[in-house]
């Protein structure tokens, strides 16, 4: 039913790859390729958002969120990342630590993404 359930066999995890250089690496991942979903247990990665249209222009700047969190799902179709569990999310000097679940939504316009929310419920540091 479009399912697939992927387990590390190495220490370093499951390397799940975008194109943009968002990576992440998780002890399991689940596809649920009916739905767009990726689930993963254990994730620790770096989201990079270009912040213009223009993928290889010279002038064109990245930001890098980096995040680790016990379980991750990762809703394609709707735009959002949802960390829960020990969620830590850092961008350059800033750092967000949650043991609650924290939601961040996209936007993409023309080719440009951008964060348009994130959200904490539960403790934050």
């Known amino acids: 039913h479009g399912i697939v359930t992927l387990v590390a066999d190495r220490p ?11 990576h992440v690496y998780a002890d399991s991942v689940v596809v649920n390729s009916a739905a767009q979903q990726l689930t993963l247990l254990h994730a620790k990665g770096r989201l990079c958002i270009p912040q213009t249209g223009e993928k290889k222009a010279a002038h064109s700047t990245t930001m890098h969120l980096d995040f680790e969190s016990d379980h ?3 809703n394609h179709a709707g735009h959002e990342l949802t960390l ?13 630590a949650s043991t609650g679940d924290v939601r961040i939504v996209f936007d993409e316009v023309n080719h440009i993404v951008t964060v348009r929310e994130l959200e904490c ?5």
């Open 12 to 22: 370093a995890g499951c390397l799940v790859r975008h194109a943009e250089g968002s």
């Open 72 to 74: 991750a799902l990762w």
């Open 84 to 96: 829960s569990g020990n969620v830590v999310i850092r961008e350059e000097s800033r750092c967000l």
């Open 121 to 125: 419920r539960g403790p934050t540091e």
